[in-house]
């Protein structure tokens, strides 16, 4: 089975085209889609709920929570799992402006993971208003400590933090990445996946495309081709099946969840 567990159809940089969408979930067998960061939270995860529920055999919704803004109790957990089908949760710490360990969002881990909900931390760092102290992946090893049972996803690898990402990797067995690749990066997609080769962690990374910015197909490509982007040159380099253990990665279950 291939997963790509990271898609929108909600985007704050231009408009997502949602047959775009379909016709790129095709290259797939199941996709998580991740609701936007901006908006009314109750709009936007009623939108994603529309959608994906017209696609339950393809995707999988994350729903947008904002712990310091929204009812983020487990009975409104409940709500979003039982009555909207959305199976995780997607929180924008740095845009929406508040601390990972805020007090707030400490008792919104503690619910989902009662109820069983992922949490995937979307790093959006690049956006100017964006606070960056809130992106730095050691702040997740509190997290991680006190909610040993809550599966957590470190959205882009940390993106600028990636040695941070692969240390919480090594530490923590509830901590996942999202390996999502831009295919025109070539080194920084060479750098990333030595990287948590020689930290001995591949084995903790989920394939993703990052749609729109880039789409399953290209991605996969580009990541079983990993060795030929150093054909010529003297660079170390991954194993094959290492590489396509990524792309083949049984996601679903090491989320726990039922689809």
């Keep these: 089975m291939i997963v790509d567990c990271h898609t929108h159809i909600q985007d704050s940089v231009r408009e997502v085209d949602k047959a775009e969408h379909l ?32 696609h339950k055999n393809k995707m999988i919704g994350f729903a947008l929570v904002r712990p310091t803004e929204d009812s983020i109790n487990e009975k409104d957990l409940t709500y979003l799992k039982d009555k909207l089908g959305l199976k995780g949760t997607v929180l924008y710490c740095a845009s929406s402006g508040f601390h ?9 881990y503690e619910s989902a993971q009662k109820v069983g909900f992922p949490v995937f931390f979307h790093n959006d760092s690049v956006y100017q208003e964006a606070v960056l102290d809130y992106t730095q992946p050691y702040l997740m090893d509190e997290v991680a400590r006190t909610f040993p049972d809550l ?8 993106q600028s933090f990636l040695e941070q990402t692969l240390l919480l990797l090594a530490k923590h067995n509830n901590v996942y990445a999202d390996l999502t ?8 997609i060479y ?16 394939f993703g495309s990052g749609f729109p910015l880039s789409n399953a ?5 580009t990541l079983l081709g990993f060795n030929k982007l150093i054909a010529d040159t003297n660079l170390p380099k991954v194993p094959r099946d290492h590489i396509r253990h990524i792309v083949e990665r049984d996601t679903l279950s090491l989320l726990d969840i039922k689809h």
């Design 23 to 54: 016709e790129a979930a095709e290259t797939v067998d199941t996709c998580l889609v991740l609701a936007a960061g901006d908006g009314n939270s109750e709009n936007i995860n009623k939108e994603l709920s529309d959608y994906v529920n017209a």
């Design 100 to 108: 990972p360990v805020h007090t707030k969002a400490m008792q919104f």
């Design 151 to 158: 599966k957590i996803i470190m959205g882009n690898m940390g």
């Design 181 to 188: 690749l831009n295919p025109n990066r070539v080194w920084q």
């Design 191 to 206: 750098n990333t996946v030595i990287s948590a080769y020689e930290r001995e962690v591949l084995d903790k990374l989920f």
């Design 217 to 221: 197909g290209e991605c996969i490509e």
